[in-house]
């Protein structure tokens, strides 16, 4: 399988002709080998065009919506990003080439686990990892420049707007269980400003602040 050529075609066709402009977030797309990220036997199918399942009941997202939520986030280099779900790690390795240090939490223990030692055989320095409830966020490496939740929330979660720093941001999907819309939250001096981006839709995220039970 030549896994680069199939990832040079996902950068082409599912991300550049939807509109992703970043040239950085497109060079990270194209770095950050998805099939290592996939569970073996469906890895001839990681550069394709829908999200695929990681186990536990989880999912890796869509290449697309996964390079929508990173320009959304307007990377310089130099932020500390939070991100909860951390899921497969394939989002938090494209973010730790676009930022300076990423703290990735993930409910599941085995997942987490398991992801955290793929990290480190790829080699990556600037990840730290967690199991937890992420809905409570990280509160001894607050505050941070971004924040991404990869799991649909019917409100932002407190916590995690209170370790947001001043002119941060914070990208996720708002909703309800069955659907959401993809929205950034923007802190400027204490103010939320919300913007919406995309109707999506993502597993719940579980927790004390996470998708309200209906
Ligand atoms: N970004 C991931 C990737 O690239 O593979 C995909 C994440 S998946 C769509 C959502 C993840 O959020 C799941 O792994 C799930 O267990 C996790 N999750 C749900 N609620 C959570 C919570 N309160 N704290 C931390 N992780 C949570």
Redesign the pocket.
Known sequence: MDYAALRKSMVDEQLIQRGIKDKKVLWAFYKVERHR?VPKDISDNAYADFPLA?GAG????QPYM?ALMTECLAFSGSERVLE????????TAILALLSKEVFS????GP?AKKTEALLKELAYVNIKIKTD???LGWPEESPFDRIII??AASEVPLPLTEQLKDGGKIVLPLGEASSQVLTVISKKEDRLELSQVCPCV??P???KF?MRQS
């Open positions: 990220f990681i989880q999912t890796i997202s996964a909860i779900g951390t899921g497969s790690g394939y989002q939490i993930e409910r599941i997942l409830d992420g809905t990869t799991a993502f597993v995220l579980i927790g996470g």
